[in-house]
């Protein structure tokens, strides 16, 4: 029973998981700073009102507290843009960069010209309408 735990928790995608939760946090952490302390800042510079909870209306003796909704879109925006802008266009390029043309591979197969199926490149002969096709080149 212990065997089978352990080669469970040693299989590449729990060990890959766990280590992907860790860091999740500690950038989620890392990217709620930047958005807080740098983003929301110039935010507050531009248009002049850094938080906006304080956005409310009452009806029927019923308070709707709209600028905490207003808050969370604003920082829900930022954080995207930061991750986006900061994360997903670095990797982007460098994936391109890394990544190597590739030649193209030759087809193995080529279209029978009767029933248009496609057949073995060295195909004499379909193997679906059992028509004779040439030799191919």
């Not at 700073?33 to 800042?41: C, E, H, N, S």
């Not at 850094?50 to 709707?64: C, I, K, R």
């Amino acid at each position: 029973m212990l065997k089978g735990f352990k080669e469970f928790l040693f299989r590449g995608n729990v060990v890959d998981l766990a280590v992907a939760v860790i860091i999740g946090g500690a950038f989620g952490t890392l990217v709620s700073a930047l958005v807080k302390d740098l983003l929301t800042p110039l935010i507050a510079a531009l248009v002049g009102k850094p938080d906006f909870s304080g956005l409310t209306f009452t009806v029927n003796a019923s308070q709707f507290l709209y600028g905490d909704f207003i808050n969370a879109v604003v920082a829900f925006v930022l954080a995207g843009a930061a991750v986006y802008f900061l994360v997903v266009v670095p990797m982007k390029t460098i994936a391109t960069r890394m990544s190597k043309p590739g030649t193209a591979t030759p087809s193995a197969t080529r279209p029978c010209p009767e029933c248009l199926n496609e057949i073995p490149i060295r195909a004499r002969r379909c193997g679906h309408c059992t028509s004779a096709v040439g030799a191919s080149t």
